[in-house]
């Protein structure tokens, strides 16, 4: 896990490339945070990062304020997975015929995502964006319908 390596706990390889200091536990803010497997929470608390499940309230905008001003820069890590498939469906969740280890359904609508984005970008200075768990699931089932189509080959 990213997140693991930055605080020190991930790969060794993914760490020995870090140029700057590992992030403590108290530099880290989860927006979104779904529910959560046991061995997860057991990490996290092991770590130190304080986290609060959000399946029915979102960390609330003075919470993010409050967290950006206390940091020259801030990085965003976006993990799809926390929007809702209803409103965006090229996420894990949005395919019926997939199963396996996540931490469920996100609740996030892309209002809110644009809120809180705009929220971050309004009270620091963003100086990195990362976007994971982009899973284009419906363009991949269109490309196996068309792949055997002769104007393809």
Not at 50 to 58: A, G, H, L, R, V
Not at 80 to 103: C, Q, R, V
Not at 127 to 146: C, K, M, Q, W
């Amino acid at each position: 896990m990213v997140l693991g390596t930055l605080l020190g706990r991930g790969d060794e390889r993914l760490g020995a490339l870090m140029k700057n200091a590992k992030f403590k536990p108290q530099n880290l803010l989860y927006v979104g945070l779904q529910g959560i497997h046991d061995y997860q929470e057991k990490c996290l608390n092991d770590i130190g990062v304080e986290f609060k499940i959000q399946d029915k309230d979102f960390v609330n905008n003075d919470e993010i304020m409050a967290f950006c001003k206390r940091f020259k820069h801030i990085l965003v890590h976006f993990d799809i997975d926390i929007l809702d498939a209803k409103f965006f469906h090229s996420t894990y969740f949005a395919n019926p015929e997939l199963t396996g280890d996540g931490s469920g359904s996100g609740k996030m609508s892309m209002s809110k995502l644009e809120e809180i984005l705009s929220v971050i970008n309004q009270n620091s200075d963003v100086v990195g964006l990362s976007i994971a768990e982009y899973l284009p699931f419906d363009e991949f089932r269109l490309h196996n319908t068309l792949k055997n189509l002769d104007i393809f080959k």
